[in-house]
């Protein structure tokens, strides 16, 4: 991933193989980019590449991140989901975005015209991350468990054991991988590669390594 303002700005952030490639949204997006940036460290002294985009933090707490889609660009808020957002802008890109809001932008007009209101909200969301505010963790119960694990579980008590002793946080890393499969013949391949991860107690976030 791209590891420099410069290299983002003129490149992309480096995940996919549009990099450095005029179908890089980074680059379909350049002067809303710069402008929102530009916007951005009126706001911030604290800018770094991470994930392979600029992020803005406060006392290297994250706090905010450009973001740059096929359709629009924004900022990316970590706990969005305190912003008080009295303009309604604010966006859960899924139910599983838990925390995080959305500020989305298509073109350099929205942003020009909206410029005080995103002011305000970097400002508001510094705020937040002074006060040392967080986000309760979303309870375990309130993610969906998906039919194809359901039956797994049916057809093996033993694998329904393994998970519900898994920590709560494990439980929802797994929840939420198989959720985000749009097919059923695709969640119920992420469920049998990751049964024997789970029969040994091995989250989803460790079972790359062992892989």
């Known amino acids: 991933m791209t590891k420099t303002i410069d290299v983002y700005l003129s490149d992309g952030c480096g ?25 951005a460290l009126e706001v911030f002294s604290e800018e770094q590449v991470k994930w392979g985009s600029p992020c803005y933090s406060y006392q290297n707490k994250n706090v ?33 975005m838990h925390a995080s809001r959305l500020l989305r932008f298509t073109h350099i007009d929205q942003i020009i015209a909206q410029q005080d209101i995103i002011r305000a909200y970097l400002f508001e969301a ?29 057809q093996d008590l033993s694998f329904k054991d393994a998970f519900e002793q898994l920590t709560p946080g494990r439980q929802k890393n797994y929840l ?16 049998e590669k990751y049964k024997p991860f789970i029969f040994n107690g091995i989250g989803m976030d460790e079972a790359w390594k062992l892989r």
């Open 64 to 96: 905010v991140i450009l973001h740059s889609f096929k359709d629009n660009c924004g900022f990316s808020f970590f706990k969005g989901a305190l912003l008080s957002d009295p303009e309604g802008v604010l966006i859960q890109q899924t139910e599983n």
């Open 176 to 191: 939420r991988h198989f959720n985000d499969a749009k097919q059923s013949a695709t969640r119920i391949a992420r469920i």
């Open 126 to 154: 510094i705020e937040i991350e002074k006060s040392g505010l967080k986000i309760a963790p979303k309870p375990v119960h309130e993610i969906p468990i998906p039919e194809e694990l359901n039956q797994a579980f049916e």
């Open 15 to 39: 995940r996919c193989s549009k990099f450095a490639t005029d179908g890089c949204s980074v680059r379909r997006y350049a002067a809303e980019i710069q402008l929102l940036r530009q916007i």
